[in-house]
Nanobody, 121 residues
Framework: QVQLVESGGGLVHPGGSLSLSCAAS????????MGWYRQAPGKERELVAG????????TYGDSVKVRFIISRDKGKKMVTPQIHNLKPEGTAVYFC??????????????WGHGTQVAVSS
């Protein structure tokens, strides 16, 4: 059973930084693309970042107005994005996701329960 457990959310001041984590289990981590989505209040869920199974190829959503750096740790089976220069519009629930295959362009099929990020002064 695929399990994705996010952590690291919280309250951040505008311009601040935050590190999120996703612990993955229940599948062969090294063979699937991973990604992060976010859903702001009243808006649809959107892809923020994706990383392929090798960790070498990455993609970031056009609407992301912060510096979002995604990486993965094969040994720990974790995906650990860093978010820099957060803005109030970055307030959202951030979800970890597992791809359908090794390339994020094939889409994502599983999501965690999410972690809340609030950007406010």
């Amino acid at each position: 059973q695929v399990q994705l457990v996010e952590s690291g959310g919280g309250l951040v001041h505008p311009g601040g930084s935050l590190s999120l984590s996703c612990a993955a289990s229940g599948f062969i981590f090294n063979t699937y693309a991973m990604g992060w989505y976010r859903q702001a209040p009243g808006k649809e869920r959107e892809l923020v970042a994706g990383i392929d199974y090798t960790g070498q190829r990455k993609t970031y959503g056009d609407s992301v107005k912060v510096r979002f750096i995604i990486s993965r740790d094969k040994g720990k089976k974790m995906v650990t994005p860093q978010i820099h220069n957060l803005k109030p519009e970055g307030t959202a629930v951030y979800f970890c996701s597992r791809g359908f295959a090794g390339d994020w362009r094939r889409g994502f099929v599983s999501w965690g329960h999410g972690t809340q990020v609030a950007v406010s002064s």
